[in-house]
DNA sequence: ACGACCGTTCGACATTGTCGAACGCTCAGC
DNA sequence: GCTGAGCGTTCGACAATGTCGAACGGTCGT
């Protein structure tokens, strides 16, 4: 399939030097008439795999091949690499532990340890959670794992509904290297959770913790940093040995 | 391009759902013959966009089309990023500060900050370093902006040019978030650097300072952790920089 | 005003990509 | 142990597409 390995190169010529280049140069390199060359870039800008400047006209790689490598790790992989640090991660902060990566613009629960009490819990593994209402969420959107969804649906009064709102919360997260959720998605209950990054330092889940809110913060609504400790070691762990396992 | 968008459509499955999928599956997706399939997926197994698992058979991507991600930021972005935090760096610290990227298999210094005293100096902007010899380039290979030179060479007797001891080494870096190198390019000079990440989290570059390994070390040969924590400061300073002009 | 060089478009036609059919292999069910 | 289902793979006829030279309009430097 010759158009195929034509239209790789050029993929992979965009991805080195400068990143941006003009349509006579990749002809030149390739060996291409400007004409095929062309069809090809078009039907790459088509796809989304390529971008042209408006006012130059050059071209470099669009967002649609670089969000290729975006939480494309394996679920199960990402859960038998998680299982080892979420028991401990319970046991040490006395609440509930959740794993979750983004699926159908969603936080996906990947793995779910309960609480370690005699309380009546129900598994959530396989549910899909709001991204803005749930700490696991925030901190996925953070890091760009994943997209706002369209619309923010409010599920408490505390729920984050306005994108500017979101942003600065975003922001927040990205500055702490952890997110919480106090109240957002369920009266009385709040989390805190923290990137799970594997390639690269890519982040492609997040873990994190859920517990009545008097437990997680303090009166004046402030997670408690010891279990914001916690949450951040296991989520380092098991980046580490995600990292690890792609060595 | 018929078959272009069908490769395209092929590869934006294979990064959503569980990552990994049958040929059967593919071309009912797309509505293809199976023959037709099989040749779009042999072309991308050729020029590593996918990857085929030995004993499944399924497909899933492959490497070469991940990473067509690493590194893609323009140089002259990373650049301007820096210099607002490179020279409070080379101030706080009283060291020369770099930045590099990864450019032909080697740390290409994109910034200089001189090291602010009276002391001559010549300006590094534009050249390339060994990755396994310089804490810019440790970091990069540590989170996977590079791969490891075919050969390693030795500059001093401390460089480590053993690729086992290199994996150990930037396992380390990983653990600890920067890395350092200690007369390892150049006797009696020591540096230390931490990475900078662009969108995603994914490393785009390195920030760093070095000098005289006196200054920077203490008689055991281990950074100043002030020191440390100024450049490791600076880089997510760089790194929030970064990600925001994403947003 | 002109020439050089850019990206873009078009149509003839040669070449490639498509797909149905057939194959070998593996595995589950009986 | 045998059989059938379903997998990925290969092949060749042929229809459809991708290729490329020529020409175009636009921009910029002289």
């Known amino acids: 399939m010759q158009s195929i390995e034509r239209a790789a ?14 349509l006579g140069e990749i ?22 795999f390529v971008e042209q400047d408006r006012v130059s006209g050059r071209y470099q790689l669009g967002a649609a091949v670089l969000h290729l490598g975006d939480s494309h790790l394996d679920v199960n992989e990402l859960r038998s690499r998680s299982i080892n640090w979420a028991d401990p991660l319970a046991a040490r902060s006395g609440e509930a532990v959740r794993i979750g990566t983004v699926r159908q613009g969603r936080a996906l629960v990947v793995h779910h340890v309960f609480r370690p009490d005699d309380t009546f819990q129900t598994l959530d593994t396989g549910t899909l959670l709001p991204l803005h209402a749930t700490a696991l969420g925030k901190v996925l ?11 923010l649906e409010a599920f408490t009064r505390r729920t984050v509904v306005s994108r500017r709102e979101l942003a600065t919360a975003l922001d927040r997260v990205r500055t702490a ?20 990054r594997g390639y690269g330092g890519l982040v492609v889940g997040a873990i994190g913790i859920s517990g009545p809110v008097e437990r997680l913060c303090d009166t004046r609504y402030r997670p408690h940093p010891r279990l914001v400790g916690h949450v951040r070691d296991a989520a380092r762990a098991v980046s580490a040995d995600l990292g690890a396992a792609r060595h």
């Open 9 to 22: 190169a050029i993929l992979r010529m965009l991805a080195g030097g400068t990143g941006r280049l003009g």
């Open 27 to 48: 002809a030149a390199s390739l060996d291409l008439a400007k004409g095929t060359t062309h069809g090809i870039l078009r039907t790459l800008r088509h796809v989304g």
């Open 141 to 151: 959107l953070a890091y760009r794992a994943a997209e706002p969804p369209a619309e």
């Open 177 to 196: 290297g952890w997110g919480t959720e106090i109240e957002e998605l369920t009266l009385g209950e709040a989390a805190i959770a923290a990137p799970i």
